[in-house]
């Protein structure tokens, strides 16, 4: 019998619920947000599709990088990346900076989940339980994430036109 993992799991389970979670998040909130700055339906196809083009010319150089430098710190690059990315993209209503932020951010959440999926194995060390719960914690936060984001499009309303918004007695 081989002995378990020497750092406690909760990792795992981190890492399975936010790391699937935060694409299903982009996939649902891109195309709402396309859609709320006018965007067509071609554009916004490019939007979703332009996450992964990055990922299909550099992931041998990404995983080439995690050999040389170590997987934990180029995976923490592409996090703290993904989420210092995050926060523009409300500010960017055009078309070629939002596929620009789209293709560098989509890079960088699929970098984040592949050095995830490499760190897992790493911590788990071949134990077939602690890949289970990978797994089972990736797909719920692949199922809540979306349900999440669009309860909070709804509570926010950001495709409501300014002149819709109540402005109270003073208008």
Do not use: K
């Not at 996939?27 to 083009?53: C, D, F, K, N, Q």
């Not at 760190?119 to 071949?126: D, F, K, P, T, V």
Request: charged fraction near 10%; glycine fraction near 12%; aromatic fraction near 14%.
């Amino acid at each position: 019998m081989t002995p378990g993992p020497s750092r406690p799991p909760a990792s795992i389970h981190v890492a399975g619920l936010f790391a699937m979670g935060y694409t299903q998040f982009y996939t649902l909130l891109i195309p709402l947000y396309g859609l709320a700055v006018g965007l067509s339906a071609s554009e916004i196809g490019m939007l979703v599709g332009g996450r992964s083009l990055l990922a299909v010319f550099l992931s041998i150089h990404v995983g080439v990088l995690m050999d040389r430098f170590g997987t934990r710190r180029v995976t923490l690059f592409f996090v703290w990346m993904a989420m210092a990315l995050a926060p523009i993209f409300p500010l960017v209503p055009w078309f070629w900076p939002l596929l620009l932020l789209q293709i560098v951010n989509g890079a960088a959440l699929n970098f984040a989940w592949s050095g995830s999926q490499t760190l897992i194995a790493q911590l788990a060390e071949g134990e077939a339980e602690y890949f289970g719960r990978f797994s089972f914690f990736a797909r719920f936060g692949s199922t809540t994430a979306p349900i999440l984001a669009g309860a909070v499009w709804d509570m926010a309303e950001p495709g409501r036109p300014i002149s819709s918004v109540p402005c109270g007695a003073g208008c």
